[in-house]
């Protein structure tokens, strides 16, 4: 247990379940109202990569009440995009290709 180090886990704003957030798509609600993707520092909300989870996000507006914003533009274009290339799976399988 001592030479391990931990995941850091996040939770999906969709499922609600705590995943390694390498993983997932993460929101960033910066300081001067932008939206910031998987970087930048403010308010932020996790998606898990996975088909369920984005269109859940998106079709109920998960991100943006957890951001606690308005509907963004920014919002909906990245979860599209992520849907693009999101596996249809169920979140649950490990992609060990690097997101970058
Ligand atoms: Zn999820």
Known sequence: ???????????????????????????????????????????????????RCLQDARRRKRVQKSLRISNHPTIDAALAAELDGAESDNGELVQDSPVE
């Open 1 to 51: 247990m001592s030479t391990t180090h931990k995941p850091v886990v996040r939770r999906c704003v969709s499922c609600a379940h705590l995943k390694d957030r390498t993983r997932m798509l993460r929101l960033v609600r910066l300081t001067d109202g932008r939206i910031g993707l998987d970087q930048g520092f403010g308010r932020s909300a996790y998606v898990c990569r996975s088909q």
